[in-house]
C-alpha cells in the first residue's frame, strides 16, 4: 500500500528524532516538527534550521567548539550521498546555557529509483549520556573504596602478621622464665625435705606452671609427638642451650637420666637416625 504525502507527513511530525530530507546537494528539502521545535526553542539563527537551506554549507562554515563536529558531519553526509558508504553515524555533545546535552546523529540514503534523497536524523541521548556519566563515577567511587580496602586489607595482614610474631617471641620469653628461672627452683624445693602443708604448696605451684607452660608446647601435640613432664623440661633447657652437666644439675638427676631423655627426645622427634644437632631441632619447632 502506498503512503501518500500527508500521512508521511504526520508519520515525520509524530517522531522525537529531529529528522532533516536532503538532496544530492546537501540541500534541506524537508523538516520535520521535532526539528523545527527544537530550533524555535533554541532561538536558532543558522539557515540549516529551515528549508531549501544547505547543510552542507552550514556544517563547512562552522566555528567554535563544535566547528570539529560538524566538519566531520559534513564528510560524513557526503559519503553518503556520493554511496561511499551505507550510513553514518555520530554522538555528539550540542550543550546549551542552562543544561548539558547529547545527540545521536544517523544517516542515510531513502532507497528508490527517484532522485537521490539523505535523511538525517538527530535523536535527544542526553539521558543515556547522564546514565553512562553517573554509572562511570559510580564504578570509579567503587574502584576507590575497593583500593581502600585492599590497603586496610594489607595493613590489617602486616599487623596479625606483626602479632602472631609478638606473640611468639612472648610465648618464648615465658617458656624460657619459667623453665629457666623458676622451675628448676620448684623442683629443687620439692626434694627439700618439707611439711605436709608446704608440699602440697609447692605441688599446686608446680601443677599451675604446667598448665601455663601446656599451651605454649601445643605444637608439639599438634605434631603428634607426646612428651612425659620431665622430657619437656630437658627438652627446653637443651633449646636454651644448656649442657647435660648443666640440665642434671638444674634438675636434681643424674647426667645418666639426662642423657636417657635426650635420647627419647630424639627418637620421638624423628632424630634417631639423623645427625641433626638436637637443640637446632627445638629452636627450628619453636622459634
Not at 599446686?204 to 599438634?222: E, G, K, T
Request: with cysteine; proline share 3%; net charge positive.
Amino acid at each position: 500500500m502506498e503512503i501518500n504525502a500527508s500521512l508521511a507527513n504526520i508519520i515525520l511530525d509524530a517522531l522525537s528524532a529531529h529528522i532533516a530530507i536532503l538532496d544530492e546537494n546537501g540541500v534541506i528539502l524537508k523538516t520535520n516538527r521535532a526539528w523545527q521545535n527544537f530550533a524555535g526553542e533554541n532561538r536558532l539563527q543558522n539557515p540549516a534550521d529551515a528549508s531549501a537551506m544547505n547543510y552542507l554549507s552550514v556544517c563547512d562554515l562552522a566555528k567554535g567548539e563544535n566547528s570539529k563536529e560538524a566538519k566531520l558531519v559534513a564528510e560524513g553526509i557526503r559519503s553518503v550521498i556520493k554511496g561511499k558508504i551505507d550510513e553514518f553515524l555520530l554522538d555528539y555533545p550540542c550543550h546549551s546555557p542552562t543544561e548539558n546535552r547529547w545527540f545521536y546523529m544517523h544517516v542515510t540514503r531513502i532507497p528508490g529509483l527517484g532522485p537521490m534523497r539523505a535523511v538525517v536524523s538527530h535523536e535527544n541521548i542526553t539521558a543515556l549520556k547522564l546514565a553512562q556519566e553517573a554509572l562511570k563515577a559510580h564504578e570509579q567511587e567503587l574502584e576507590l573504596k575497593t583500593q581502600h580496602l585492599e590497603e586496610v586489607n594489607t595493613a590489617l595482614k602486616v599487623l596479625l602478621q606483626q602479632r602472631e610474631k609478638d606473640k611468639a617471641e612472648l610465648e618464648g620469653k615465658v617458656l624460657k622464665n619459667i623453665n629457666v628461672l623458676i622451675s628448676p627452683y620448684v623442683a629443687k624445693l620439692k626434694n627439700k625435705n618439707l611439711k605436709s602443708g608446704e608440699r602440697a604448696l609447692i605441688d599446686i605451684i608446680d601443677s599451675n606452671l604446667q598448665d601455663i607452660v601446656s599451651p605454649l608446647l601445643q605444637r608439639l601435640v599438634n605434631a603428634k609427638i607426646i612428651l612425659t613432664p620431665q622430657e619437656i623440661q630437658v627438652a627446653a633447657l637443651v633449646k636454651e642451650g644448656k649442657s647435660s652437666k648443666e640440665i642434671a644439675e638444674i634438675l636434681t638427676v643424674s647426667e645418666t637420666t639426662v642423657s636417657f631423655h635426650r635420647k627419647n627426645l630424639r627418637k620421638k622427634l624423628g632424630l634417631d637416625n639423623s645427625r641433626k644437632n638436637l637443640r637446632a631441632h627445638l629452636i627450628s619447632m619453636f622459634d
